[in-house]
């Protein structure tokens, strides 16, 4: 089908990086990487969009040479690493990043602190859990004796509160009522962790929705004119406000819904089914 797509804003998770021990994990594999090179040197921008920091995608950005705008920590940053430009940075207020993670510290709530070239973790919080989000992130978190007192020494652009179950996810949502007119919060889970819900905390209106609004004006490409691919019902965010929408075939049936319902859509095949190939195929791209 013939399309006038100018641009592409791809989840990563579950969309291009699958399943610890699949053929897409922890990067894509080398057919989705050529095709996303082809992509970006046909003259398309391909746009990562992520919860994860940039610096945990680059190898993923440096072999498809994706020497663009990419959005990272879920909206707190907008940088092309390639071409070392940062378009925007949102730190959280200092205050309100120590006061929130108190609560959750208080409450033993597994809490990682983000800047912008490290992530954090208290050193008695250290666990399983940090193993298996290692390897996804493909980088080590940097132990602190206080993540309260590292909010002093750096600028944080996101935290990340982790519920083991969906009742958890409540309690920790209830807790963050209290900072809800200063941060903003979306919840996210990872194909190779499944049951554990991640809490991505940033600085009030800024998420994925605000960096893809952010990438149209640089770019000075129309939201109308992209492709916005997702797998988790958070990426409707983004998903929502471009004129080309899909879903892998492993996403959310909510967000599946919401894309079957629109306009120029499709879902494709899942993440282990290198599902962003057939979606990349229905758009002749």
Same mark, same amino acid.
């Given at each position: 089908?013939?399309n006038?797509?100018?641009?592409l804003?791809?989840?990563v998770d579950?969309?291009?990086?699958?399943?610890?021990?699949?053929?897409?994990?922890?990067?894509?594999?080398?057919?989705?990487?050529?095709?996303?090179?082809?992509?970006?040197?046909?003259?398309?921008?391909?746009?990562?969009?992520?919860?994860?920091?940039?610096?945990? +995608?680059? !190898? %993923?950005?440096?072999?498809?040479g *994706?020497?663009?705008?990419?959005?990272?920590?879920?909206?707190?940053? $907008?940088?092309?690493?390639?071409?070392?430009?940062?378009?925007e940075?949102?730190?959280?207020d200092?205050?309100?990043?120590?006061?929130i993670?108190?609560?959750?510290?208080?409450?033993?709530v597994?809490?990682?602190?983000?800047?912008?070239?490290?992530?954090?973790l208290?050193?008695?919080?250290?666990?399983?859990?940090?193993?298996?989000?290692?390897?996804?992130?493909?980088a080590?978190?940097?132990?602190?004796?206080?993540?309260l007192?590292? +909010?002093? !020494? %750096?600028?944080?652009?996101?935290? *990340?509160?982790v519920a083991?179950?969906?009742?958890?996810?409540k309690q $920790?949502?209830?807790?963050?009522?209290?900072?809800?007119?200063d941060?903003?919060?979306?919840?996210?889970v990872h194909?190779?962790?499944k049951?554990?819900?991640?809490?991505n905390i940033?600085?009030?209106?800024?998420?994925?929705?605000?960096?893809?609004h952010?990438?149209?004006?640089f770019?000075?490409i129309?939201?109308?004119?992209?492709?916005?691919?997702?797998?988790?019902?958070?990426?409707?965010q983004?998903?929502?406000?471009?004129?080309?929408?899909?879903a892998?075939g492993?996403?959310?049936?909510?967000?599946?819904?919401?894309?079957?319902?629109?306009?120029?859509?499709?879902?494709?095949k899942?993440?282990?089914?290198?599902?962003?190939?057939?979606?990349?195929?229905?758009?002749?791209?």
């Amino acid at each position: 089908m013939p399309n006038q797509i100018k641009a592409l804003i791809l989840d990563v998770d579950g969309v291009i990086v699958g399943d610890a021990g699949q053929a897409n994990f922890p990067i894509p594999n080398s057919k989705i990487l050529g095709r996303l090179k082809s992509i970006r040197r046909s003259g398309i921008p391909v746009v990562l969009c992520t919860s994860r920091p940039v610096y945990s +995608v680059q !190898k %993923i950005i440096d072999k498809a040479g *994706l020497n663009n705008i990419h959005i990272g920590l879920a909206g707190g940053t $907008l940088v092309d690493p390639i071409d070392n430009i940062v378009l925007e940075k949102h730190p959280i207020d200092p205050k309100i990043a120590a006061e929130i993670t108190k609560v959750y510290l208080d409450n033993e709530v597994y809490t990682e602190m983000y800047g912008i070239d490290n992530y954090y973790l208290q050193k008695d919080q250290s666990r399983k859990l940090t193993e298996q989000h290692t390897k996804i992130l493909q980088a080590e978190p940097i132990l602190v004796d206080s993540l309260l007192e590292l +909010v002093e !020494k %750096i600028d944080v652009y996101k935290i *990340l509160p982790v519920a083991s179950n969906e009742d958890e996810q409540k309690q $920790l949502d209830e807790m963050f009522q209290l900072f809800a007119k200063d941060l903003a919060i979306g919840w996210a889970v990872h194909p190779s962790i499944k049951l554990h819900k991640w809490g991505n905390i940033t600085a009030k209106d800024i998420s994925k929705r605000h960096a893809a609004h952010k990438i149209s004006e640089f770019l000075d490409i129309g939201l109308d004119e992209m492709l916005g691919v997702g797998d988790g019902l958070a990426d409707w965010q983004f998903i929502e406000l471009c004129g080309y929408k899909a879903a892998m075939g492993n996403s959310d049936q909510g967000l599946i819904d919401l894309v079957n319902s629109s306009l120029n859509s499709y879902v494709g095949k899942s993440i282990d089914e290198n599902g962003i190939l057939d979606i990349l195929d229905h758009y002749e791209l």
